[in-house]
């Protein structure tokens, strides 16, 4: 494999001369008995990668794209502009790349301050998916956030077409997750961190870029979680170190599920239990976010329904939105989370996210379908055989019997027996093994009773 010298160091015009032939063989139809350009509509899609270094620190950067195999590339030209005063780009190379594996010959010129141009071409086609070329650079004296920019991006000669991501380079002094850049790590920075994402208290650059533990760029209540894990002793690192292989740092969900719970009416107000179930996965870290037409509040602290350990925030952002971030050592398992306590006529939307998966959108519970007194309905079909429903409303949580008598009063079924939600209820009576003929059901919901009868007809 032979690379040709970094622009620098050879005139310009002999190495573009290379360039023009290996390019030239390539799309000869001498060359393979048929002209290689393909007019291919897929897109090819160019990123980079976006590390967090230290002040001084020599370190790469990975350009990578999709899967190109079929396309036909046998030459690409880019162009990447940084932020200079935070970076300095030294070399490019192709060992260990898809470009390296086709053999491909590299020229580049890093001599311009905040931006560095490549080119490399071959005889043999690009295939599958990876890096294109990896670029060193050096992080200078400073904190910051360097934006990595795709300045010009070229395959073959315009075809396959392509689109860059850019990406960036964050550049901190300060020790990662110390959000209060006091020197150390303590369970006070993941509360500063919950509040953050709370829209408590906004945090300070040198502060976030050290917060941000998990390495997206964002600084959330997985982000806490990770914290007490290594406050704990339960890690020894955090993905944005280099190197951490610790399994904990891979706890992402795979599984989990939102559901409003039955809704209980309270005078004016309402109480609204938010379930967490099928869960499968270590889940460290809860954020949501509630819009309602009227004022929240909770029926009793949250902290009382998450496991000990659990810290939360609660705020509001600037579109008055409510933020309640959660973060804890022992995963969360299936549970009711909070019970909201908000108007009758509330409108109300939420989101909720685990750890730092993708935002699940929450159904609007159906606050209007709360009844607003006792009633027990006609059972439904009457006369029937053998099956029929009852129906029957409580408008509060209540110790709730509904027993089937025959006409002589000797009780036939009992077919509820306990404490209900409030809500309206279905139930199912199979008589079987009953003979034709009337028979009674009786509901009795705390202080209200009913009676009504219904005909067996075989």
């Given at each position: 494999?032979?690379?040709?010298?970094p622009?620098?160091?050879?005139?310009f015009?002999?190495?573009?001369?290379?360039?023009?032939?290996?390019?030239?063989?390539?799309?000869?139809?001498?060359?393979?008995?048929?002209?290689?350009?393909?007019?291919?509509?897929?897109?090819?899609?160019?990123?980079?990668?976006?590390?967090?270094?230290?002040?001084?620190?020599?370190?790469?950067?990975?350009?990578?794209?999709?899967?190109?195999?079929?396309?036909?590339?046998?030459a690409?030209?880019?162009?990447?502009?940084?932020?200079a005063s935070?970076?300095?780009?030294?070399?490019?190379?192709?060992e260990?790349?898809?470009?390296?594996?086709?053999?491909?010959?590299?020229?580049?010129?890093?001599?311009?301050?905040g931006?560095?141009?490549?080119?490399?071409?071959?005889?043999?086609?690009?295939?599958?998916?990876?890096?294109?070329?990896?670029?060193?650079?050096?992080?200078?004296?400073?904190?910051?956030?360097?934006?990595?920019?795709?300045?010009?991006?070229?395959?073959?000669?315009?075809?396959?077409?392509?689109?860059?991501?850019?990406?960036?380079?964050?550049?901190?002094?300060?020790?990662?997750?110390?959000?209060?850049?006091?020197?150390e790590?303590?369970?006070?920075?993941?509360?500063?961190?919950?509040?953050?994402?709370?829209?408590?208290?906004?945090?300070?650059?040198?502060?976030?870029?050290?917060?941000?533990?998990?390495?997206?760029?964002?600084?959330?209540s997985?982000?806490?979680?990770l914290?007490?894990?290594?406050?704990?002793?339960?890690v020894?690192?955090?993905?944005?170190?280099?190197?951490?292989?610790?399994?904990?740092?891979?706890?992402?969900?795979?599984?989990?599920?939102?559901?409003?719970g039955?809704?209980?009416?309270?005078?004016?107000?309402?109480?609204?239990?938010?379930?967490l179930?099928?869960?499968?996965?270590s889940?460290?870290?809860?954020?949501?976010?509630?819009?309602?037409?009227?004022?929240?509040?909770?029926?009793?602290?949250?902290?009382?329904?998450?496991?000990?350990?659990?810290?939360?925030?609660?705020?509001?952002?600037?579109?008055?939105?409510?933020h309640?971030?959660?973060?804890?050592?022992?995963?969360?398992?299936?549970?009711?989370?909070?019970?909201?306590?908000?108007?009758?006529?509330?409108?109300?939307?939420?989101?909720?996210?685990?750890?730092?998966?993708?935002?699940?959108?929450?159904?609007?519970?159906?606050?209007?379908?709360?009844?607003?007194?006792?009633?027990?309905?006609?059972?439904?079909?009457?006369p029937?055989?053998?099956?029929?429903?009852?129906?029957?409303?409580?408008?509060?949580d209540?110790?709730?019997?509904?027993?089937?008598?025959?006409?002589?009063?000797?009780e036939?079924?009992?077919?509820?027996?306990?404490?209900?939600?409030?809500?309206?209820?279905?139930?199912?009576?199979?008589?079987?093994?009953?003979?034709?003929?009337?028979?009674?059901?009786?509901?009795?919901?705390?202080?209200?009773?009913?009676?009504?009868?219904?005909?067996?007809?075989?």
């Amino acid at each position: 494999m032979s690379f040709a010298p970094p622009l620098k160091q050879t005139p310009f015009f002999i190495l573009f001369a290379v360039l023009l032939v290996l390019l030239t063989a390539s799309f000869s139809p001498e060359a393979s008995g048929a002209t290689r350009i393909v007019t291919n509509p897929r897109i090819v899609d160019v990123s980079v990668d976006s590390p967090y270094v230290g002040v001084g620190e020599v370190f790469e950067v990975a350009i990578n794209v999709n899967d190109v195999s079929g396309l036909g590339i046998t030459a690409f030209n880019l162009a990447l502009t940084y932020d200079a005063s935070l970076l300095t780009a030294s070399a490019v190379a192709i060992e260990g790349t898809m470009s390296g594996t086709a053999n491909m010959t590299l020229v580049y010129n890093a001599d311009d301050a905040g931006r560095i141009a490549i080119a490399a071409a071959g005889v043999d086609a690009l295939a599958g998916a990876g890096g294109l070329v990896i670029i060193t650079f050096e992080s200078l004296a400073t904190d910051g956030i360097s934006s990595l920019v795709f300045e010009a991006i070229t395959f073959n000669e315009g075809n396959p077409a392509a689109t860059g991501n850019d990406g960036s380079v964050t550049v901190t002094s300060a020790l990662a997750g110390d959000a209060s850049l006091n020197g150390e790590v303590s369970a006070f920075d993941a509360a500063m961190v919950l509040q953050h994402a709370a829209f408590i208290d906004t945090l300070s650059t040198p502060s976030f870029i050290a917060a941000d533990v998990s390495g997206n760029s964002e600084v959330s209540s997985f982000d806490a979680a990770l914290i007490l894990q290594r406050v704990s002793g339960l890690v020894d690192c955090f993905p944005v170190d280099g190197g951490c292989a610790s399994k904990h740092q891979g706890d992402q969900v795979i599984d989990a599920a939102f559901s409003w719970g039955p809704v209980a009416p309270d005078g004016m107000l309402v109480h609204i239990p938010l379930i967490l179930d099928h869960v499968s996965g270590s889940v460290h870290a809860l954020t949501f976010e509630i819009i309602a037409s009227e004022e929240i509040d909770f029926t009793s602290d949250i902290r009382t329904r998450l496991p000990e350990g659990w810290i939360v925030s609660r705020g509001e952002n600037a579109a008055g939105h409510t933020h309640i971030t959660m973060a804890g050592l022992t995963p969360l398992s299936a549970d009711t989370l909070l019970i909201l306590q908000t108007g009758a006529d509330a409108a109300i939307k939420a989101t909720a996210r685990l750890n730092e998966q993708t935002p699940q959108v929450l159904d609007a519970p159906a606050l209007d379908a709360i009844p607003t007194q006792f009633a027990l309905q006609q059972n439904y079909p009457n006369p029937f055989n053998p099956v029929t429903t009852i129906q029957y409303a409580i408008e509060q949580d209540v110790e709730v019997t509904l027993v089937v008598y025959d006409m002589l009063g000797r009780e036939v079924e009992r077919l509820v027996d306990g404490l209900q939600n409030a809500g309206t209820h279905n139930v199912s009576f199979n008589a079987q093994a009953l003979s034709s003929g009337m028979y009674v059901y009786r509901l009795v919901a705390g202080s209200y009773a009913q009676t009504k009868q219904m005909l067996l007809v075989k």
